[in-house]
């Protein structure tokens, strides 16, 4: 058995998009039922990993342990600026070290962006949660995972074993919703049953 679960968390445009052109989150991707349902879902995990330029800006941030990617450091190293983070380069270490270094050995583990940061877990989520404002269109924005936009967020999440549980209506004015994508484990075989001699 893994010892951390590895959820995803996004909300992304029509167009797949997680930012505008200038690599900025715009207002328009913002939603107060979206930000309740990450904040809780936050206040939860016991470890939020993100790259460099992501993060949450909560109030209840700076109690949140984290690993944050950076190619800064070597392998691993204690963040100078929050003592609840720790940075983390994939080249140097393996992503149970950057655990390890961080306290948490097991429990629920939040990857929250960007969309490098999503690539490299792909196969590994028990679930991603994606979150779509379909009423948002983000020309020449930053795609939400390597892959978008000649495949949709959702073909590259089943393309990866991931499979779409029943969606979850956010903010009704504005059509968000955030739908559950589930790694679908196969039924391990059981033995064949020995016949008496
Ligand atoms: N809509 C959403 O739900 C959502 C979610 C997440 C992010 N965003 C937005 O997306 C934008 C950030 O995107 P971004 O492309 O800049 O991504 P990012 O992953 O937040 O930051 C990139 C930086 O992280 C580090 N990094 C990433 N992958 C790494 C790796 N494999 N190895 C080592 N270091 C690595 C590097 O830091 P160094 O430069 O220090 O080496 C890199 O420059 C922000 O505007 C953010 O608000 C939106």
Not at 96 to 109: I, K, P, Q
Not at 161 to 178: C, M
Request: net charge negative.
């Amino acid at each position: 058995m893994p010892a951390h679960r590895i959820e995803g968390y996004v909300i992304v445009s029509a167009d797949g998009m997680l930012a505008n052109a200038d690599r900025v989150m715009p207002d328009a991707l913002k939603f107060e039922g979206d930000k309740n349902f990450f904040t809780s879902a936050l206040d939860n995990a016991d470890l939020i990993v993100h790259g460099r330029h992501s993060g949450e800006d909560q109030p209840n941030s700076p109690e949140r342990k984290r690993v944050i990617l950076t190619r800064r450091i070597a392998a691993l190293a204690p963040d100078p600026s929050n003592p609840n983070a720790t940075l983390w380069n994939p080249s140097g270490a393996p992503f149970e070290a950057a655990c390890d270094f961080a306290g948490v050995d097991s429990g629920t583990v939040a990857v929250i962006g960007g969309p490098g940061v999503f690539g490299m877990f792909m196969d590994r989520y028990d679930t991603f949660w994606l979150s779509l404002a379909p009423k948002v269109r983000l020309p020449g924005g930053e795609p939400c995972f390597p892959g978008v936009p000649q495949r949709s967020p959702q073909q590259i999440l089943a393309a990866h074993g991931l499979k779409p549980g029943e969606a979850r209506l956010l903010d009704p004015e504005n059509d968000v919703s955030v739908t559950p994508w589930q790694r679908v484990v196969a039924p391990s075989r059981s033995k064949p049953r020995q016949t008496s001699p």
